[in-house]
Each structure stands twice: as C-alpha cells, then as structure tokens.
C-alpha cells in the first residue's frame, strides 16, 4: 500500500486519485532526485493495478501478485550484452529495463514495443520501467515513440529519471509527469529507526549525510558524512575569513579523483552548512538547524558573518550547478566559485 512508502505524499494522492478514477495514463513519467523512491512508487502501482486482494484501490502487498511483483531476476552475469534484455520480476506482466552501458538500446524499445501490444498473461495489466529514461538517444527515444504515440489500452510505462531536461520534448510531452520531492531529514531518520537500519544519534546523521536520499542513507555511513561535512566546514570557515589560501586548498580537495562521485553532494553540504549560518543568524529555533550537533561553531561563524553574505553564497553556488550541465572544468569553476564567493 502506497501509506507504507516513504515521503512524497501528494504523489501518492495523485497516484490514488488516478486509481480512483480508473484513468491511470498510459505514460507516466516519474522525476526526481535520485534514491527518493521513484521506482519503489512504481512499482506499488503495478501492485495495485494487478493485486488479487486488493484493498479499495490500493495493492494488499501481501497475495502472490503483490509479493512476485517486489522481485526482479536481475541476470548474475557481468556481460553488459544480457542487459538488453527486458528484466522481468517474478510476476509475467511486470518488467524493467536498465542502460547495458552507457545507453538505453534501441532494440530495448522495441521489445517493449513487442510486449506491450500483448495482452496480460496473468494479471489485469502490464507495466514496463524504463529506468535512466534520460540515457536514451534520439534512435532509441524515436523507437520508443511508437508505443508512447498508441499505447495499449492494457499496458503502462513508467519512465523514471533524476534529469528530465535530457529527454527529448516529444517523449516528455506524452508522458504525464510526476515529481518527487526530496525527503525530509525526519522522514529519513524514522525509516531508518523504524526498520533497524540505525539508531539515534547515527540515524540523525545519516539522515542530514542522505540529502533528501534515502538510497543515499541506506548506502552511507557516518563516517562518511562526517569527512565530506568537515571538509565543506573549512571551505565556510575559509569563506567567513575570506581565507583564500584555504579556499584553494577546499576547491582542490573537493576535485580529488576519489570523490568525482560526491561533488554535488559537497556542494549540496556547503549549502545546507550556509543555510544553517544564516538561520541562527536570524535567531531563528535551534530545531531549524539542520547541522545540530554543530551549533557551537555555526554560532561562532555567524558572528564573524555579515547579514547580507550568505544568501549571496547560495546565488553563486546555484549559478554555478546550471553550468554543471555542460560540460566545464570542474576544477577550474570550483576554484572561481570560491574566490567569487569570498569577495561578495
């Protein structure tokens, strides 16, 4: 049942009002961060859509369609090549696929295309999840037009993808788009003490490492969290200091080979840390501070912080995420974000 996920309550209101309705769209389109739950979601409409018990207009979760719909028979070979085949979950009618490289094949599209236009074998509908959606190239987006232009009346696709923007127009304007929201650092620590993941203090933490992530969280440690947090801490103490010797020696460390992966997330803790600041600046609750455990220091850097700084560092560090998208030197945007901020 849809109560049973996590966050993004008024997707779920939509998706139950679709149901509701019996006007559930052919194409939907699921985007959002990466790790909030878009394919857990969809798959909890192909539950509903095919449970044996259902309860009102929501999945049961516990027959044999909902249990055989949780799980994908993911190959166990490493060769990319058997990826480009429909991965089916233990349920007939519900299937996934994923990029075997770097791209979403064109001959995937067209097996969905293929099994689309089947009748359902044991349920009462079929639903496809295109995961990665925004790694298909223009053949294998065309390819796809096909059935997103016709969709069978039985069938469903789900395309789930944290960059819509790379999307071609003409896929996005037949899909109905959905958006998830990151999730609160409260949703995130309940789940974790919830299902036993973490405790206390660590759940906390893990909960602010995540990022609105719960995959991230489930994924991280705090250990980890602390190290990135530390390192984004010098850069705003740097920043409150106009240190720029320390700036540079931030915008190298954030550039290092072994954290190519976290660099938006670094930059997402250097923002919430400037958040942070500029909250107890306002005298604001304590309760709004995400970094808690921090608060001596963030005190200390509000002092020595003048009012109108922080919401500036934002700006710049949002100007500077829109030109992520092309591809810049890294290292070289990361040592004039810094230098940029220090002297506003």
Same mark, same amino acid.
């Given at each position: 049942?849809?109560?049973?996920?996590?966050?993004?309550?008024?997707?779920?209101?939509?998706?139950?009002?679709?149901?509701?309705?019996?006007?559930?769209?052919?194409?939907?389109?699921?985007?959002?961060?990466?790790?909030?739950?878009?394919?857990?979601?969809?798959?909890?409409?192909?539950?509903?859509?095919?449970?044996?018990?259902?309860?009102?207009?929501?999945?049961?979760?516990?027959?044999?369609?909902?249990?055989?719909?949780?799980?994908?028979?993911?190959?166990?070979?490493?060769?990319?090549?058997?990826?480009?085949?429909?991965?089916?979950?233990?349920?007939?009618?519900?299937?996934?696929?994923?990029?075997?490289?770097?791209?979403?094949?064109?001959?995937?599209?067209?097996?969905?295309?293929?099994?689309?236009?089947?009748?359902?074998?044991?349920?009462?509908?079929?639903?496809?999840?295109?995961?990665?959606?925004?790694?298909?190239?223009?053949?294998?987006?065309?390819?796809?037009?096909?059935?997103?232009?016709?969709?069978?009346?039985?069938?469903?696709?789900?395309?789930?993808?944290?960059?819509?923007?790379?999307?071609?127009?003409?896929?996005?304007?037949?899909?109905?788009?959905?958006?998830?929201?990151?999730?609160?650092?409260? /949703?995130?620590?309940?789940? $974790? %003490?919830? @299902?036993?993941?973490? =405790?206390?203090?660590?759940?906390? !933490?893990?909960?602010?490492? *995540?990022?609105?992530?719960?995959?991230?969280?489930?994924?991280?440690?705090?250990?980890?969290?602390?190290?990135?947090?530390?390192?984004?801490?010098?850069?705003?103490?740097?920043?409150?200091?106009?240190?720029?010797?320390?700036?540079?020696?931030?915008?190298?460390?954030?550039?290092?080979?072994?954290?190519?992966?976290?660099?938006?997330?670094?930059?997402?803790?250097?923002?919430?840390?400037?958040?942070?600041?500029?909250?107890?600046?306002?005298?604001?609750?304590?309760?709004?501070?995400?970094?808690?455990?921090?608060?001596?220091?963030?005190?200390?850097?509000?002092?020595?912080?003048?009012?109108?700084?922080?919401?500036?560092?934002?700006?710049?560090?949002? /100007?500077?995420?829109?030109? $992520? %998208?092309? @591809?810049?030197?890294? =290292?070289?945007?990361?040592?004039? !974000?810094?230098?940029?901020? *220090?002297?506003?």
């Amino acid at each position: 049942m849809f109560a049973e996920l996590t966050g993004n309550e008024r997707v779920k209101q939509l998706l139950r009002r679709m149901l509701s309705s019996g006007r559930v769209p052919g194409a939907l389109l699921f985007t959002g961060e990466a790790g909030v739950g878009k394919k857990l979601f969809a798959l909890e409409l192909a539950k509903a859509l095919n449970c044996r018990n259902q309860q009102g207009i929501e999945a049961c979760g516990k027959c044999a369609a909902c249990r055989r719909i949780s799980h994908f028979n993911f190959p166990e070979s490493d060769d990319p090549d058997v990826l480009k085949q429909i991965i089916w979950t233990d349920h007939g009618d519900v299937g996934m696929v994923v990029a075997p490289k770097r791209l979403l094949r064109v001959e995937q599209m067209r097996l969905i295309e293929r099994e689309a236009n089947f009748r359902p074998f044991e349920g009462r509908a079929r639903l496809f999840l295109i995961d990665d959606a925004d790694r298909l190239n223009d053949q294998s987006s065309n390819a796809l037009l096909k059935v997103l232009e016709e969709p069978p009346a039985t069938s469903y696709l789900v395309l789930i993808t944290s960059r819509p923007a790379m999307l071609l127009p003409t896929i996005r304007s037949r899909c109905q788009a959905m958006r998830f929201s990151p999730l609160t650092v409260n /949703e995130i620590e309940q789940f $974790l %003490v919830k @299902n036993k993941h973490a =405790k206390g203090g660590e759940a906390r !933490l893990l909960a602010q490492y *995540a990022g609105g992530s719960l995959g991230r969280a489930l994924k991280g440690d705090t250990k980890e969290y602390k190290e990135h947090r530390e390192t984004m801490l010098k850069v705003l103490r740097g920043l409150a200091d106009r240190n720029h010797t320390q700036l540079l020696r931030g915008a190298e460390t954030m550039n290092e080979a072994r954290y190519k992966d976290d660099y938006e997330f670094r930059l997402d803790l250097l923002e919430t840390l400037i958040r942070d600041v500029l909250i107890v600046k306002l005298n604001a609750a304590d309760e709004r501070v995400v970094n808690e455990d921090l608060l001596p220091e963030l005190r200390q850097l509000a002092v020595i912080t003048e009012s109108e700084r922080p919401a500036k560092w934002i700006a710049n560090i949002e /100007e500077m995420r829109e030109q $992520l %998208v092309v @591809n810049i030197n890294r =290292k070289i945007a990361t040592d004039s !974000l810094f230098l940029t901020m *220090a002297s506003s």
